[in-house]
């Protein structure tokens, strides 16, 4: 079985209420999360796991919020020798519009999404402002979608894990490494959710869902469960990343 490099590519942000990130936690403090796609690296295929914004603001100050650099999807794809056509697979974590918005350049590859999420993406609640239909007509007009109801191998050392605690279809990315097994989180969270600080502990809150969830008290049933499926477990949005080549260093 191929073993991958993990690597984080900065390609977008936001800036918003860390209440967004953390249930019940942080409101009114500002905080900036980094967006990123990652290429995992080995094997004879060419794998994202997401593909972040098209237009990512790229500043100074949004920069070193994170501690490290924004790119733009062709610029973050060259650091690695690649073009968007060259890549085989995307993996989806879910389909709000910051995880999926450069899925039309990748003109030859497969795209994986849990069934759910394409519904969501075509038919979303009310209260789900975050899915935007037109970041994945294409591929799904060119029949590149591949769609999956329940935990599946894509390639042998990469399995998607349905953990839908952000969102009805969201799938957790387990990869093998020469370091151990990694799992990068299908749920938008920071490190702080999954290592609470020790005021949240003394509630006797082992994690803490994200501030946008499917339920509350399902979310951090899937949190705890997530932080035993890997060696190590890479929140989707956490800002230490942003600075490393490879996780884990």
Same mark, same amino acid.
């Given at each position: 079985?191929?073993?991958?490099?993990?690597?984080?590519?900065?390609? +977008?942000?936001?800036?918003?209420? !860390?209440?967004?990130?953390?249930?019940?936690?942080?409101?009114?403090?500002? #905080?900036?999360?980094?967006? #990123?796609?990652?290429?995992?690296?080995?094997?004879?295929?060419?794998?994202? /796991?997401?593909?972040?914004?098209?237009?990512?603001?790229?500043?100074?100050?949004?920069?070193?919020?994170? %501690?490290?650099?924004?790119?733009?999807?062709?610029? %973050? $794809?060259?650091?690695? %020798?690649? !073009?968007?056509?060259?890549?085989?697979? *995307?993996?989806?974590?879910? $389909?709000?519009?910051?995880?999926?918005?450069?899925?039309?350049?990748?003109?030859?590859? !497969?795209?994986?999404?849990?069934?759910?999420?394409?519904?969501?993406?075509?038919?979303?609640?009310?209260?789900?402002?975050?899915?935007?239909?037109? #970041?994945?007509?294409?591929?799904?007009?060119?029949?590149?979608? &591949?769609? *999956?109801?329940? @935990?599946?191998?894509?390639?042998?050392?990469?399995?998607?894990?349905?953990?839908?605690?952000?969102? $009805?279809? +969201?799938?957790? &990315?387990? &990869?093998?490494?020469?370091?151990?097994?990694?799992?990068?989180?299908?749920?938008?969270?920071?490190?702080?959710?999954?290592?609470?600080?020790?005021?949240?502990?003394?509630?006797?809150?082992? /994690?803490?869902?994200?501030?946008?969830?499917? %339920?509350?008290?399902?979310?951090? @049933?899937?949190?705890?469960?997530?932080?035993?499926?890997?060696?190590?477990?890479?929140?989707?949005?956490?800002?230490?990343?942003?600075?490393?080549?490879?996780?884990?260093?």
């Amino acid at each position: 079985m191929s073993t991958y490099i993990v690597h984080p590519i900065c390609m +977008g942000t936001k800036e918003f209420d !860390k209440g967004m990130m953390t249930y019940q936690q942080g409101y009114g403090t500002p #905080y900036t999360i980094p967006i #990123y796609t990652w290429y995992i690296e080995g094997g004879d295929k060419k794998i994202l /796991v997401d593909t972040g914004e098209m237009q990512p603001i790229i500043s100074e100050e949004r920069e070193k919020a994170i %501690g490290g650099r924004i790119y733009t999807f062709e610029e %973050g $794809l060259d650091k690695y %020798g690649l !073009k968007p056509e060259d890549i085989d697979i *995307v993996i989806h974590t879910h $389909l709000h519009n910051d995880h999926c918005e450069n899925d039309y350049k990748c003109v030859n590859a !497969k795209v994986y999404v849990h069934e759910k999420e394409l519904e969501s993406a075509y038919n979303p609640h009310p209260l789900d402002f975050r899915y935007l239909e037109d #970041y994945i007509d294409d591929v799904k007009d060119n029949g590149q979608i &591949v769609t *999956v109801n329940k @935990d599946t191998e894509v390639v042998p050392g990469i399995t998607m894990i349905h953990t839908p605690a952000h969102t $009805l279809g +969201g799938m957790s &990315v387990k &990869v093998e490494t020469d370091k151990g097994s990694v799992l990068i989180c299908g749920f938008c969270t920071i490190l702080e959710n999954l290592e609470p600080p020790r005021e949240v502990k003394a509630m006797e809150m082992e /994690v803490i869902p994200p501030g946008t969830n499917t %339920g509350p008290a399902d979310a951090y @049933d899937i949190l705890l469960k997530a932080k035993t499926m890997a060696d190590y477990v890479l929140p989707l949005h956490e800002p230490k990343w942003a600075s490393m080549e490879s996780v884990p260093e």
